[in-house]
């Protein structure tokens, strides 16, 4: 491993081994960059586990989560991740993955790299400013805010930790349920340095609280003190839908975009939408024609 290994790649992992190392394969043979990759299993017990522990590469740190969280503390399980390069890495950024997305095309983090040098006021990007093809919409989360903060919740003592930071991220600007779509997003060092010293990558197992971790994140980014950024469609390389494919799979490996989301259901993930094949089979067969780009 380069001695100055600027790029880490964080996975939190849920069941499924199978999704799990096909994702890790595509960030393998895609990006050519030294880099970190942080995976945090969720108690699997499919054996994920162990299928990543067997497949172990050099330049992989497993980490584990004390007890199951689920996807309504993936905030929780991304903070040790994030906890673990903030203290023992010195790379420049960080690409949070989803499992079930992919990289689909090499130059993913160079790309990043150059944007976070030319925007050094950003620390958060990805899927902000719009969808691929509509303007995104903020109100669930903005409605999910309000209604936590709420008196009577308050007189319960179910008042969320996240309230100290969406003060301060207010008085920067920020508009309530704003976030960096959560399927897969940079986040600089530089950054998390900063989440780290307000104290929001220590959340508490009772955090009384729905809040999604793109948008408690993106809250906490701007409570540090810096900016959200678009990094995607039309003109940036991620192309990302919440649940599916934006376009079918070929469409996608003949288009400018590296990285998609949500290939394993949805719009444009089966077999009728790509020529007898998954997605997911879709972009392995073309990965296999490839040259692997990663270097120890």
């Keep these: 491993m380069s001695e100055h290994v600027r790029t880490a790649v964080v996975i939190p992992i ?4 199978e999704t799990a190392l096909d994702t890790l394969e595509s960030v393998a043979c895609y990006c050519a960059e030294p880099h970190l990759v942080v995976l945090v299993d969720d108690c699997t017990a499919d054996g994920t586990y162990e299928a990543l522990l067997l497949n172990k590469r050099p330049n992989w740190h497993i980490l584990r989560n004390s007890r199951p969280l689920g996807r309504l503390r993936l905030v929780q399980t991304l903070c040790s991740a994030f906890r673990f390069i903030a203290c ?7 690409l949070r993955l989803d499992q079930d997305a992919l990289i689909i095309k090499h130059g993913i983090l160079t790309d990043a790299l150059e944007f976070s040098r030319a925007n050094p006021s950003v620390g958060l990007f990805g899927v902000y400013e719009r969808d691929y093809n509509r303007p995104r919409s903020f109100d669930s989360h903005q409605r999910l805010i309000s209604a936590e903060l709420g008196w009577l919740r308050a007189l319960l003592g179910l008042r969320p930790p996240w309230a100290r930071l969406l003060r301060l991220a207010e008085s920067r600007g920020y508009r309530r349920g704003d976030n960096v779509f959560g399927g897969a997003y940079f986040i600089t060092h530089t950054c998390l340095a900063a989440l780290q010293e307000v104290g929001a990558l220590n ?3 009772d955090w009384h609280s729905r809040l999604m971790e793109d948008v408690y994140f993106s809250m906490a980014a701007v409570a ?3 900016e959200l950024g678009h990094f995607a469609a039309p003109d940036g390389p991620l192309c990302l839908e919440w649940n599916g494919l934006p376009y079918p799979a070929e469409q996608l490996a003949k288009s400018h975009y590296k990285l998609v989301h949500s290939v394993d259901k949805g719009e444009n993930t089966d077999r009728n939408a790509n020529e007898g094949k998954t997605a997911r089979e879709f972009f392995r067969g073309i990965r296999r024609t490839a040259t692997p780009s990663y270097r120890i």
């Design 14 to 17: 849920g069941p499924g081994k």
């Design 88 to 94: 023992q890495s010195h790379c420049d950024l960080v």
């Design 203 to 205: 959340v508490p197992y």
């Design 224 to 226: 540090a003190g810096f």
